[in-house]
């Protein structure tokens, strides 16, 4: 009777195995393609909806978890380096994803061969225009990586996009724009028609 209970669970834990391994996901390398671009939503959008069409790698987290989209976006930008040395990579980000773009481009300035774009950047110092919405009082609350604006890029290229309309990357728009004019999805989400060196802000 033991020996028969052994091999029963000796054969459940196989089986287990064997249907974790078929449905866990499998891992993949990257193309190594010359230019590669990873992009990053805003609150809600985790799946990065938003660049899909337009990205080698959108990113999946969770966008309540601020950490866990700096995490995945350091990891992805490392591997893709690894894998593919010589490859450009880009970074595009959008409102909460523009702010962990920003931030990850904080840490690593020395990163060379890539480029960032930050669409409606919540991090965005001033000039022209408002800061972004990280800049209100009490915003330090939500800690880092979202807390507190800046423009400490080093010698990384950096191109930050913001409508003036777009009370998330300009505090003195008001919310009109955001809650009725469409000014935080009025932008060309599309990380081709950005230069691989552009860098300042585009504000309008």
Known sequence: MRRATALFAALLLALLFSVTFATSPQARADVCNGDWAIGIGGLGDNSSSVFSAFVDQPVGYNSADPMSGLNEVN?????????CPGDHIRLIGHSE??????????????????????????????GPGGPGLSATPGSGIVGYPLAGVDDWFGGFPVLSVCNSDDQICDTNAGWWGYLFAGAHSRYDFNVWDYGDWDSGVWYR
Do not use: E
């Open 97 to 126: 994803g523009a702010g962990l773009v920003h931030a990850w481009v904080t840490a690593h300035q020395d990163a060379d061969n890539a480029n960032a774009i930050l669409l409606a950047d919540p991090k965005r110092a001033a």
């Open 75 to 83: 990891r992805l930008f490392w591997s893709h380096r690894d894998q």
